[in-house]
């Protein structure tokens, strides 16, 4: 039963960062918790997540230390240590409390077995759903999903859900965040009315800013992206147009700082898509094709990179080789796409489809992102290479397998062999705008931080992609869905506690 007298935490986006905050302040007791999402579903960008979760992974002698160190290399020197820590020391609980929500009559309905090593990690720690009955389980929609429907099930008291609500405004009074002014649509008449949503604390978890990256958004305005890093400007996205960065305009309102706004992260792999290859918005061709054995090869069918450096170098040598795009009239690649469009191939055998999970990979295939090729003399053909050239690459390779022994690109981990009758699945990718690792200010306890003091804003709480400090200039993959959980729970906490005390 529901207590007379509750606090109000109020919500605003209905990803991760915002179902795990959501969840995690109801469970703190006598607490409504109201999340508010401006599109017809919850979701966003966390729905499309695909590489994983990290967590510290001892099986794979995985340590504190060297996660710590690998989240703060790829930041290049502009993280916060004191997020970075806090990341790294919580993400086995993260891990051990989304399994715990996902319970039904006691059994647990999230499996996170799956463990990979990605770009830029010295261990496999990032951890996905393995496919069930023979069919992919994304992993970003699982984990959406489970905490959704633990939101749900609570007492309509208690916990509510608004969609279709933008939210203009935060309301502040005597000095603290105070509740948030709403714009609903009626999905059927399309007419919007104005609504003031009172609250005793406010979380902010509405996502980052590369969703809109052409110069302006529909009303004029100019785009964040456009602001801060206008070089990315009408550059290809995985995000969904709904990342438009309102939060990071909510915060500034009402005298937050903001932080790294102009790190924004290039994710070397989006898929092209063969039918219309220069589709403004991409599906991700996710890191973890490459931790299993997926490798990159230029217009010439040579390596050029470590497939598993961090994403920004990666993503820097596929720029540096575009002059190669149309060096082979025949190829694939010369087919189907424009003159200076910076692409590369994606090239897997059939031992590392396996290891990433076949069905998946299918999903991927449906969608036309791969063509197969029987063989070395038709992957060649495919390539438009000499065949021979192209064997003598892969031996090359070879070599280096099981050796953990630096190839020419600098490669140290072979996760399989890609020579051997097989057959090669063939995709084509390029970079695309993915994460923005700037956004508002933040403190350990995911309080936001005024620009002018440094000072917590009373009652305003963020977590995940809205929010600045933890990532700096790049982002390691596996690492955003697991700050959405360990930021998330802290801002529910704390905006819960916060609200009971004042």
């Not at 302040?25 to 695909?50: C, F, P, R, Y």
């Not at 932080?259 to 991700?284: E, I, S, Y």
Request: glycine share 12%; proline share 4%.
């Amino acid at each position: 039963m529901s207590q007379t007298h509750q606090n109000t935490v109020v919500v605003v986006g209905g990803g991760l960062a915002g179902l795990t905050a959501a969840v995690e302040a109801h469970n703190q007791g006598n607490t409504k918790v109201i999340l508010i999402d401006k599109e017809k579903n919850i979701g966003g960008n966390s729905m499309k997540a695909t590489s994983g979760i990290n967590a510290i992974e001892p099986l794979n002698k995985d340590t504190r230390e060297a996660f710590i160190q690998d989240t703060l290399k790829s930041g290049a020197g502009i993280s916060r240590e004191d997020l970075v820590t806090k990341l790294v020391d919580e993400s086995r609980p993260a891990l051990d409390w989304l399994i715990n929500e996902s319970k039904v009559d006691g059994v647990p309905t999230l499996d996170l077995s799956a463990v990979s090593r990605c770009g830029g990690h010295s261990h496999g720690r990032t951890h996905r759903c393995p496919a069930q009955n023979g069919r992919p389980v994304p992993v970003g929609w699982k984990l959406v999903d489970t905490l959704k429907k633990r939101f749900t099930s609570f007492d309509n008291a208690d916990a509510q859900v608004v969609t279709n609500a933008r939210v203009t405004n935060l309301i502040m009074e005597n000095n603290a965040v105070a509740g948030v002014e709403v714009v609903k649509k009626d999905p059927e008449t399309e007419k919007e009315s104005k609504e003031i949503i009172k609250a005793d604390a406010v979380i902010l978890t509405s996502g980052g800013f590369g969703g809109q990256t052409g110069k302006h958004l529909p009303d004029g305005q100019s785009t964040l992206l456009n602001e801060f890093a206008p070089q990315l400007v009408h550059t290809a996205t995985t995000n969904g147009p709904w990342a438009a960065g309102e939060g990071v305009r909510l915060g500034l309102a009402v005298g937050a700082g903001m932080r790294d706004m102009d790190q924004v992260q290039v994710h070397p792999t989006g898929f092209v898509d063969p039918n219309n290859p220069t589709a403004p918005t991409k599906f991700l061709a996710p890191e973890a094709l490459r931790a299993y054995g997926g490798v990159l090869l230029n217009g010439e069918g040579k390596r050029f990179t470590d497939e598993l450096t961090l994403r920004d170098k990666v993503t820097a040598a596929v720029y540096r080789q575009t002059g190669t795009v149309h060096s082979r009239p025949n190829s694939f690649m010369s087919k189907t796409l424009p003159e200076k469009y910076a692409s590369a191939y994606m090239v897997l055998t059939d031992q590392a489809v396996e290891g990433f999970g076949k069905s998946t990979l299918g999903f991927y295939a449906s969608k036309g992102f791969f063509t197969q090729a029987e063989g070395l003399e038709s992957l060649a053909k495919v390539l438009d290479v000499d065949t021979k050239q192209l064997e003598q690459e892969f031996k090359e390779y070879d070599t280096h397998v099981g050796q953990e022994k630096p190839d020419s690109t600098g490669k140290t981990f072979f996760p399989s062999p890609l020579s051997g009758p097989t057959t090669y699945w063939v995709g084509l990718i390029t970079p695309v705008v993915h994460y923005t690792m700037g956004g508002l200010d933040m403190n350990t306890d995911a309080a936001i931080l005024a620009e002018d003091n440094g000072n917590v804003i009373n009652g305003l709480y963020g977590a995940g992609e809205v929010t600045g400090g933890v990532h700096g200039h790049n982002r390691l993959a596996g690492n955003s869905l697991l700050e959405c959980v360990v930021f998330g729970r802290t801002a529910g906490r704390n905006a819960a506690l916060y609200a009971k005390t004042h």
